[in-house]
């Protein structure tokens, strides 16, 4: 089994980034001895704790959120069926490279990856206060992956005549 750069380009990026999600994990502690205010004045300053500033709640996905990605997932299934049934129909994929799509276990790895991925950059969206534009991108998404799958299952094969 021949590995192609773009696997090799693919596993590299997803572990730049594994391991920047690792790094900026990690919490740097404050130094112990701070320095306090000064004050020229008579009045002595009085040491405070440092104020607690209360984050905005995150926001989190609805069951609409939800439901949208598991179509995603589902459309990404039905494509790497009505795919593989197009392609054994003698037909040829027309996005993606060849060798993507003849080696079964390359295939189902990219079309969880491209699951993965939505799914992800949906959830950042969301995280970041952008949940219209994550449910747009979902459905448009959505939308056109539906309509690769019908195509896949309503085109003929083509039978190559033999002689």
């Known amino acids: 089994m021949t590995w192609g750069r773009w696997t090799f380009i693919a596993v590299g990026l997803l572990l730049l980034c594994f391991l920047l999600a690792c790094t900026s994990a990690s919490a740097e502690s404050a130094p112990a001895d701070s320095n306090l205010p000064y004050s020229s004045s008579l009045h002595p300053v009085i040491a405070v704790a440092p104020a607690r500033i209360a984050l905005p709640q995150q926001q989190r996905p609805h069951l609409l959120d939800d439901a949208l990605y598991a179509w995603i997932a589902g459309y990404r299934a039905f494509d790497y069926l009505s795919t593989r049934r197009a392609l054994?129909?003698?037909?040829?994929?027309?996005?993606?490279?060849?060798?993507?799509?003849?080696?079964?276990?390359?295939?189902?790895?990219f079309e969880g990856l491209a699951t993965a991925g939505e799914v992800s950059g949906s959830m950042w969206l969301i995280r970041h206060g952008h949940r219209r534009m994550a449910r747009t991108v979902n459905t448009v998404s959505i939308g056109l992956g539906v309509r690769t799958v019908v195509h896949n299952y309503t085109e003929p094969f083509v039978v190559p005549l033999q002689l």
């Open 88 to 109: 054994a129909g003698g037909a040829r994929e027309v996005v993606l490279p060849q060798w993507v799509v003849a080696n079964r276990s390359t295939f189902i790895a």
